[in-house]
């Protein structure tokens, strides 16, 4: 009955213990009951710590171990209980020690905090007394007298408390009972041995435990009763201390005991044994049965075991003994390099992190002690990193600077930690953190401007140029594509005159250009990476329309008065090289493709008259002879220099005569065309004007301020010809021709570019040209197709 009650209040005292939790300056405690199963609840964390369950989870919540590998509990992120991982032996971990705590970490990431558990093991009756042999052998001399003790070597529970050994009791028998007293078990002889009766004994003794349900233990004493041996063997003495540093040699002796015996001959010959100790201690020591030296058989580790403690045995020739105990203290030499553990790390990091940002959480462990534990811990000096001590032996890994991944896409960072010993033992773990991109370069063309050029009347499709652009971001914020920036050509959209490709950067006419419309244009190109937000730059393209020869010369003078040219008249009396008229003709064309040459391809008389080859001044080339005929008929080609050159004609035709009554009739004077009334009313306006003119050629004589120019080159290459492009019936001061006229038209054509212009110049008085509006029509047309008209005036 007083079992029961007793295993009821303890069950329920554990129950009330294993839920009563100790919060105190941040350590916790749970205490439990070894061999529990896993996943059995140990407590609540998330309770215990005033947390939501989800913040476990966020807070990537874990348990961290200090004094061994094998972590033994664990979290249930789902519900916050401290659960079971692994099984508990306490044995197994804490050998015999009365109190076993197992010393956890909680570790809780943004913002960092530790907070420290004691696990404390409760013992549970799992062993039974176990005893170091199956058999003790007593040989007792028949002269012991009543009261005499043996001491038997005492039986060994590995459970603590009231699980471990707690009483003995002996098999009733006529001569021995059983002292017991702490670790002390003697059978005292009650009554006096009579080895002629009775020669051996065989006595059970059993070990009992004070654990629910109860275990025992036994073994059989064998009693040999001898002749009489009245001396055990004493020891030197009753402790035996020493230490041993972890990693000495094997066979290493580590101590010597010893032990005497007052008698004589085989009852004072002592040898040495273990007492009752455990398979570890005879796994790592052994002792010499003669000289009672102990030495080691197997390496030793404070690291694992920081002391050993054991009994030995001095026994007699006749089987009397005694008992000394041997506390060998390892001492720890710095064996153990400090270990590195990445417990956690934000991998990636953006480039545009800031200065100062924890990346990453470091834990360096050294299973040294006292100097050879303590531990410095760095990295290399050539990365924007740092370590910050955190907590205990937590660091923060942070950057120090500015990250920038079109320099460094990622870093290998080599984390160093040195303990203090002698000589100190370091170790290094390398982490790699790469370097996230953002959209922090626009892209940037790989020249300032492009320009493109392309020949007139091109096909639409025809690639004009490519531009390029680069963006040293990575993936779509390093992606470039490519657009023109709206803007107006000639009134018109630029997207009516090109296309630029998205993706490669080329540029494409839309339509076919025209280098008479306009010369060159810009358009300005964006290039745009497709990050977010994205970035852009721009680049001016010049575009550089080249003239081709597409267009024939364009004869102004003479022209056409309905169906028939226009006549000229000139004197009789005209010398050799006198200008009696001149052919004007432009080309809408530029440079060498608007040269133009002029040539008499047929003449009525081929002797009589010649054409300036470039400025298209018909002269005499001799005096005018009565022989001559009246009528002249000239057919005159004008040619560009084009390649292929283009040519247009016209047909001139001269009246050789001094007055109006030796002109013949105009019926005789026939073309191939139809004469016209417009041809008549000229002629007699010619006639009129030329007998104006021959009135007051002296008065123009005497107030000439100018002096006709002659064809001349230009530094530039270009080609000045005086009196290029003359209106109709232009006569020079020698008194020949029609007209006598004081205007001068100056054409100038550069020679050396296909770009050149071409300026014509008009002169002050207008009143005094010709009343032809085709004329005028065609001059002013010229005018504003080809330049700014300027104006000079000659007074001849």
């Known amino acids: 009955m007083m079992k029961s009650i007793f295993a009821f209040v303890l069950s329920w005292g554990f129950i009330i213990f294993i839920l009563w939790i100790n919060v105190a300056h941040g350590d916790m405690s749970y205490s439990f009951q070894e061999e529990m199963k896993r996943g059995s609840v140990i407590g609540n964390i998330a309770k215990d710590l005033g947390l939501q369950i989800d913040a476990l989870s966020k807070r990537r919540a874990r348990i961290d171990t200090e004094e061994t590998d094998k972590r033994y509990c664990d979290i249930n992120l789902k519900n916050g209980e401290l659960i079971v991982a692994e099984r508990i032996d306490r044995e197994e971990l804490c050998d015999e020690k009365a109190s076993c705590i197992l010393k956890q970490e909680i570790v809780l990431e943004n913002p960092l905090e530790l907070h420290r558990i004691s696990l404390h093991v409760q013992d549970i009756n799992d062993n039974s007394p176990q005893f170091n042999e199956k058999l003790f052998v007593l040989e007792i001399q028949e002269s012991a007298g009543r009261g005499a003790r043996f001491v038997i070597e005492e039986a060994r529970d590995v459970d603590v408390g009231q699980n471990s050994v707690q009483q003995y009791s002996l098999e009733k028998n006529e001569n021995f009972i059983l002292a017991a007293k702490g670790n002390t078990v003697e059978l005292v002889l009650d009554k006096e041995l009579d080895r002629e009766k009775q020669k051996e004994i065989n006595l059970l003794l059993t070990a009992l435990d004070g654990g629910s349900p109860q275990r025992s233990g036994t073994v059989v004493i064998h009693v040999t009763v001898l002749d009489a041996n009245d001396n055990a063997p004493v020891f030197s003495q009753a402790v035996y201390k020493a230490s041993l540093p972890e990693n000495s040699p094997l066979d290493t002796v580590v101590i010597t005991v010893s032990a005497t015996d007052a008698d004589d001959g085989v009852n004072g010959d002592v040898t040495y044994d273990f007492g009752h100790v455990s398979e570890d201690v005879r796994k790592k020591f052994a002792i010499d ?63 545009d992190t800031p200065a100062g940002t ?14 050879n534990r ?3 811990c760095s990295v290399q000096q050539n990365v924007p990193f740092k370590l910050v001590l955190s907590i205990k032996n937590y660091y923060s890994l942070v950057t120090t600077g500015n990250l920038d991944r079109e320099l460094v896409s990622d870093y290998n960072i080599t984390i160093t930690a040195t303990d203090e010993g002698s000589p100190p033992l370091s170790s290094s773990e390398t982490v790699q953190l790469f370097v996230a991109d953002i959209n922090d370069n626009p892209p940037v063309f790989e020249e300032q401007s492009y ?76 290039a745009r990476d497709n990050g977010s937000p994205p970035l852009s730059s721009n680049v001016t393209v010049s575009v550089f329309i080249s003239d081709v020869n597409d267009n024939s010369p364009q004869i102004l003078y003479p022209t056409l008065e309905g169906s028939s040219f226009m006549t000229e008249l000139v ?30 391809v047929k003449a009525t008389d081929p002797g009589l008259f010649s054409i300036d080859l470039h400025s298209g001044e018909i002269r005499t080339q001799r ?43 105009l019926k005789d004077i026939s073309y191939d065309e139809k004469n016209s009334k417009l041809t008549s009313y000229l002629i007699i306006a010619l006639v009129s004007v030329s007998t104006f003119f021959l009135t ?8 000439r301020f100018c002096r006709r120019r002659k064809p001349r080159l230009l530094f530039d290459g270009a080609v000045a010809i005086p009196g290029a492009y003359l209106p109709p019936n232009y006569s020079d001061v020698d008194g020949a021709g029609t007209l006598h006229s004081s205007y001068n038209y100056d054409t100038y054509l550069t020679t050396g570019s296909r770009t050149s212009d071409f300026k014509f110049v008009s002169s002050y008085n207008d009143n005094t040209l010709p009343a032809d509006q085709t004329l005028r029509k065609s001059l002013s047309d010229f005018v504003e197709a080809f330049g700014e008209v300027d104006a000079c005036s000659e007074v001849r």
């Open 289 to 351: 049965r003669k000289s009672g030296e102990i030495s080691l058989t197997d390496a030793v580790d404070y690291e694992i075991t920081k002391s050993y403690e054991f009994r030995v045995k001095a026994k007699d020739g006749l089987g009397l003994s005694s008992y000394a105990k041997v506390i060998i203290s390892i001492t720890d030499v710095n064996d153990n390099a400090p270990i590195v553990s990445l417990k956690s790390l934000t991998n990636p990091i953006p480039e």
């Open 374 to 376: 303590q531990v410095r």
């Open 623 to 665: 005096d005018i002879l009565e022989s001559d005929s009246m009528k002249q008929n000239l057919i005159v080609a004008v040619k560009d220099n084009g390649q292929p050159s283009l040519s247009a004609t016209c047909s001139m035709y001269l009246l050789i005569s001094d007055n109006l009554a030796e002109v013949p009739e």
């Open 451 to 526: 320009s493109a050029y392309i020949n007139e009347n091109n096909k639409p499709g025809f690639t004009l140029c490519s531009v390029s652009a680069r963006d040293p971001d990575w993936r779509q914020n390093g992606t470039v594509i490519y657009s023109l920036l709206p803007a107006e050509v000639n009134g018109a959209t630029v997207s009516s005159y090109l296309s630029v490709n998205g993706d490669t950067g080329v540029i494409h006419a839309v339509r076919s250009f025209d280098y008479e419309q306009f010369r060159s244009f810009k358009v300005y190109v964006m």
């Open 571 to 600: 004197p009789k009396a005209a010398h050799g090289g006198s200008l009696v008229s001149k052919v004007i003709a432009v080309d809408a064309d530029s440079g060498q493709n608007a040269w133009l040459s002029y040539h008499i």
């Open 696 to 703: 007051f050629i002296i008065i123009i004589l005497g107030m």
């Open 358 to 371: 924890e990346v990453g959480i470091i834990n360096v462990q050294d299973r040294d002690s006292e100097n």
